[in-house]
T-cell receptor, first 115, second 111 residues
Framework: DAGVIQSPRHEVTEMGQEVTLRCKPISGHDYLFWYRQTMMRGLELLIYFNNNVPIDDSGMPEDRFSAKMPNASFSTLKIQPSEPRDSAVYFC?????????????FGPGTRLTVT | GEDVEQSLFLSVREGDSSVINCTYTDSSSTYLYWYKQEPGAGLQLLTYIFSNMDMKQDQRLTVLLNKKDKHLSLRIADTQTGDSAIYFCAERLYGNNRLAFGKGNQVVVIP
C-alpha cells in the first residue's frame, strides 16, 4: 500500500486566496483525521471522519475552514479566505476501526505558507 | 480533559542511551503512544503501551509507565544518528477516537 497520500506537498499562496488540501487515506481505513502542526501550538486535531461522516469538528479554528469527505478514498480541507496565521503543516491520518491500540497512519503533510 | 506535557530538546552522543519524558493528566487513558517525526515527514508510530502495563520493551526501545505520577518515558538504547527526530507522546482515552499529542521532544544525536 502507498500509505496516506497528501497533495500538494507545498503550497504558497497570498492572503485572501482559497486553498484546498487533499488526502487519500489507506484503502480499507474508515477513520480519517486532519491535523495542523505549528511551532507554537504543536499538533492540533482539526476534524475527524468515520465512514465519510464528520464526527468531531471542534478543532476547526473558524468558519474559514471546511472539510469534506465525499467518498472513502478522498478528503479535502479548504481554507477560504486564507490568512498568514494559517501557515502551518497540515497532516492527514487514517486508521481502521478494529480494536486494540489502533495505529494512526500519517501522510507526509502539506506545508502551507500564506503571505 | 487531556493535556500532555513534554520537554523540548535533548542532545545525545551516538551509542549512548537517550530518555525522553512525558506527563499526562487524564487517568482514564487507555493507550499511550510514542510517535517519531523525521524532518519533512509525517508521524510514524514507534511503540505503544496499554495503561495496565508498567513496561514494554521492543528491541532498542523501552517504555516505562508510572500510572501514579502519570509519567511516561521512552528509552532508546545505543542511540544512532538515524534516531535524530522529534518524538511525540500521545494518549488515547477510553471510548475516544481522538489522540492528544504532546508538543514533542527534539532529539539530536551527535556522531
Amino acid at each position: 500500500d502507498a500509505g496516506v497520500i497528501q497533495s500538494p506537498r507545498h503550497e504558497v499562496t497570498e492572503m485572501g486566496q482559497e486553498v484546498t488540501l487533499r488526502c487519500k487515506p489507506i484503502s480499507g481505513h474508515d477513520y480519517l483525521f486532519w491535523y495542523r502542526q505549528t511551532m507554537m501550538r504543536g499538533l492540533e486535531l482539526l476534524i475527524y471522519f468515520n465512514n465519510n461522516v464528520p464526527i468531531d469538528d471542534s478543532g476547526m479554528p473558524e468558519d474559514r475552514f471546511s472539510a469534506k469527505m465525499p467518498n472513502a478514498s478522498f478528503s479535502t480541507l479548504k481554507i477560504q479566505p486564507s490568512e498568514p496565521r494559517d501557515s502551518a503543516v497540515y497532516f492527514c491520518a487514517s486508521r481502521t476501526s478494529s480494536g486494540g491500540a489502533v495505529e494512526q497512519y500519517f501522510g507526509p503533510g502539506t506545508r502551507l505558507t500564506v503571505t | 480533559g487531556e493535556d500532555v506535557e513534554q520537554s523540548l530538546f535533548l542532545s545525545v552522543r551516538e551509542g549512548d542511551s537517550s530518555v525522553i519524558n512525558c506527563t499526562y493528566t487524564d487517568s482514564s487513558s487507555t493507550y499511550l503512544y510514542w510517535y517519531k517525526q523525521e524532518p519533512g515527514a509525517g508521524l510514524q508510530l514507534l511503540t505503544y503501551i496499554f495503561s495496565n502495563m508498567d513496561m514494554k520493551q521492543d528491541q532498542r526501545l523501552t517504555v516505562l509507565l508510572n500510572k501514579k505520577d502519570k509519567h511516561l518515558s521512552l528509552r532508546i538504547a545505543d542511540t544512532q544518528t538515524g534516531d535524530s527526530a522529534i518524538y511525540f507522546c500521545a494518549e488515547r482515552l477510553y471510548g475516544n477516537n481522538r489522540l492528544a499529542f504532546g508538543k514533542g521532544n527534539q532529539v539530536v544525536v551527535i556522531p
